[in-house]
DNA sequence: GGGGGCCGATAAGGAGGGCTTATGGCGGAC
DNA sequence: GTCCGCCATAAGCCCTCCTTATCGGCCCCC
């Protein structure tokens, strides 16, 4: 008797598979499974065709998916038409966002957002992310995107970005070869860090690495100063240090600076989308929805 | 996320109040108080004003409870839409009935259900209510009219009607007053009863309440006969037996008997609907919920 | 004017639906 | 032949939603 069933099945009918819509709905297999049983018993016809590949829909299946789509379509757009008897105070979505995110990531999600609720008013704020927590428990932001999980049941989390890193050397540096540049290597080189304070768990799972990697650290940065992007080329280019950085560098490199990946991939940057458990607002969840990369909004 | 919360904003939206939309509904008042409340933070809006009095829909919730009955029309036609991919084997439902059910009661739950499930053919098999239990065991009936609660984890019930029995007297009997009888008055004379095993619950709830009231019970009658209405007829005006009927006797009386209420009405006789718990077969959820006193069709 | 009755809100506890992990059978790919 | 990915099933847990119990507010009626 509700909705749950027909959005399962419409995954199931848009992978192919039922672990496929297992993981894009973030949920294991056999509930997919189950979910789509109960349905089938529901409606008294088989829906999909089994086989160890994968599944087909059958001829009901096919019907079913249009009208399931078109009942959820109506749902929409009755909880859309009082929308507009919201209060308007709502309408304010403030987002902190940290340096270097993937670039497209964030205008993709607001322009879907635009769409689907166009009285919601983004406002962007750059923050590291301790800063960040601190703004979603006092109420200062709706959402937050982080380097590190919350690890706080206030809060929910969902992971958005993972990007391997990789370091910016100087051009005449010897160190890489056709395979990327090996960590232990850069041994002698300062590293280009950001201060302990502004995001711990990930600060100190790079020191780890690196420190396991038989690299020091260099010198410490001051909580919430970042070196800006010419600062850090011109030490690269120098010779004396490194900073990490993903593959999609949101900006050209100058000359005398390269990108080079890492062997073995030891440090994946991780991104969370970080938003008050209790929140109910619909605007936050549409927008939490569109950073899914489970689920890309081109599906 | 489902459509729960529209159905109980719908019955509140009709009943014009939570109370009443909790007795629809079957369930208690703090749950559809939780529900709508919940809803309501998911739209954003007040949808109800409330007072003392009960409730009354705001401007936003005119609108929603449109979208929601559009919403919920879409949901059965999705439904129905794959219907016709089921197999036919379902489409008969055999119902037992016990004799004596309110004139009515039947045909326009058959018609109601002829108009949503036309695909589907009833059967009327008349059993007394130990008969039917058994059939419903076996398979071979999908739903009961019980006179007792099957009191039994395999079987779902709900109670569909409720009358107040009074009693067939001849004519000329004097010992009823304006008010109707007393059952206490009835001594001396047979009852005209019906076989224990055909319905024990019942029965012995009769019996327990004639002998309380100083009456004894009359001959014991064979499990599986009754008597037809005829043969009661000619004992009561007789004199020499009393039976007992609800006031929507199903045929008229013949001159010299008199149906007359029973002061206090003593006796209510109960009817239960009653169908397999593990049945998930939706024309038969449609019978139920047409044959449910609470939620009348004609609303 | 005070008490009873009905309204709806809230708190606290319990049952069940839906999730999880663990495991098994099956078929295709290498 | 072995491995891997598919889906189904089993058993256990958690969270949602229901329950009962209780409260304050308002109307009505005596």
Redesign the interface.
């Known amino acids: ?4 069933e ?1 959005r399962v099945f419409l995954a199931i009918a848009e992978r192919g598979s039922l672990s496929g819509a297992a993981r894009r709905l973030r949920v294991s297999q056999p509930a997919v499974s189950q979910t789509v049983a109960a349905l089938e ?5 088989e ?1 999909l065709e089994r086989s160890s590949t994968g599944v087909r829909l ?3 299946g096919v ?2 998916a249009g ?2 789509r ?2 959820l379509a ?2 929409e ?3 859309s ?3 507009r ?3 308007s105070a ?1 309408t304010r979505l403030r987002v902190g966002v940290p340096l270097e995110l993937p670039p497209g990531l964030l205008p993709s999600a607001f322009a879907a957002l635009a769409g689907s609720h166009p009285r919601t008013r983004t406002e962007v704020r750059h923050l590291t992310s301790a800063a960040q927590l601190d703004a979603l428990r006092d109420g200062d932001l709706e959402l937050g995107l982080l380097r590190s999980h919350p690890m706080d049941s206030d809060f929910d989390a969902m992971l958005v970005v993972e990007e391997p890193l990789g370091v910016l050397l100087s051009a005449s540096d010897q160190r890489s070869d056709s395979a990327g540049v090996r960590l232990e290597k850069l041994a002698g080189l300062d590293w280009l860090a950001f201060a302990r304070a502004d995001s711990p768990p990930w600060f100190d799972e790079v020191n780890a690495v690196l420190r396991s990697h038989g690299v020091d650290p260099g010198p410490a940065v001051p909580p919430g100063q970042f070196l800006i992007a010419e600062v850090k080329f011109a030490a690269v280019s120098s010779g004396q240090a490194f900073a990490f950085a993903p593959r999609d560098w949101s900006q050209p490199l100058p000359a005398g600076v390269l990108w080079t990946p890492l062997v073995g991939s030891p440090l994946i940057r991780r991104t969370w989308a970080t938003w008050p458990a209790d929140s ?3 605007d936050l969840a549409a927008l939490i929805a569109h950073l899914d990369p489970l689920d890309p909004p081109a599906a």
Chains 1, 2 share one sequence.
């Open positions: 008797m509700d909705l749950r027909f018993q529901q409606v008294g016809v829906l059958t001829e009901a019907v079913l009208e399931a078109a009942v109506r749902y757009q009755a909880l038409a009082v929308g008897f919201a209060l709502d109910r607002r619909r």
